[in-house]
Each structure stands twice: as structure tokens, then as C-alpha cells.
């Protein structure tokens, strides 16, 4: 882990746990969560957390901030999403993604554990499905 960039660096007062390749560094915030997540050069879900959570597509909601790196999101009705660093994310559960290029990808995420998409008001699993007239 490269300690000389404070995005990477071992972080205090946090849980850490390593899952799928991903580092995770997790603070409690009231009922919330505030969770640094590396994703390292090469991670894909589809590949590396599918056979963990055993969905095909990730349902959990990521909210927060892009800090560093670039994520590719595809969602399972074909839309893309292209995510470069800095940005603020707001990705809907119903999709695979993977880091782009040679840096890992630092993601900023709050959540509600299991009642995030609800508590955020999202939807279930992305869809551009429209409403009957």
C-alpha cells in the first residue's frame, strides 16, 4: 500500500477489512456508515465479489465521492456510466463495474448498511423502464 499518498495511507479509528480484493476502512456516524473503499487496478465485481455476495449484479446503492482513479458502471438494462475522479457518485443498485486504467480508484461512500436505497430515497435497481400511458 502506498503510505506517502494520504488517500492510500492506513487510516485510525476506522474498522478495516479486506473483501474481494477491496480495502475498506469503515467509521460509524450515528446510524450511518463513512466508508473509504480502495478498489485496486484490475478489480471488477462481476469477477471478484460476485462469487461472494452471489447476485449477479451488485444491489447495493454507492453514494458519496469519487476521490481518485476511474470506475466504468454498467448497469443490467445496457446503460454506462463513465466516472472520473473528482466526482460526486450516485450508483444505483443493478450493476457491474470495474476500475479503468493502472490507479486504484478511491471512493468516499455513506451509507445505511442494508437500508440505504431506502433511506436515500433510491430505487430498488436501476431501470429507464417508463410508466404505461
Request: charged share 15%; proline share 7%.
Amino acid at each position: 500500500m502506498n503510505t506517502s499518498d494520504p488517500l492510500l495511507a492506513p487510516m485510525q479509528n476506522t474498522e478495516c477489512r479486506e473483501v474481494g480484493g477491496l480495502q475498506l476502512d469503515i467509521a460509524r456516524a450515528g446510524n450511518s456508515r463513512v466508508k473509504r473503499i480502495i478498489y485496486p487496478p484490475g478489480f471488477r465485481w462481476s469477477t471478484h465479489m460476485k462469487p461472494i455476495v452471489g447476485t449477479n449484479l451488485c444491489m447495493h446503492a454507492h453514494v458519496g465521492f469519487l476521490a481518485h482513479g476511474q470506475i466504468h458502471v454498467e448497469y443490467g438494462d445496457g446503460c454506462t456510466v463513465e466516472l472520473v475522479a473528482p466526482q460526486a457518485i450516485a450508483i444505483e443498485p443493478g450493476h457491474d463495474a470495474w476500475v479503468i486504467g493502472d490507479a486504484s480508484a478511491v471512493v468516499i461512500e455513506f451509507d445505511f448498511e442494508g437500508e440505504t436505497v431506502e433511506r436515500l430515497g433510491m430505487p430498488q435497481q436501476h431501470s429507464h423502464a417508463t410508466a404505461a400511458p
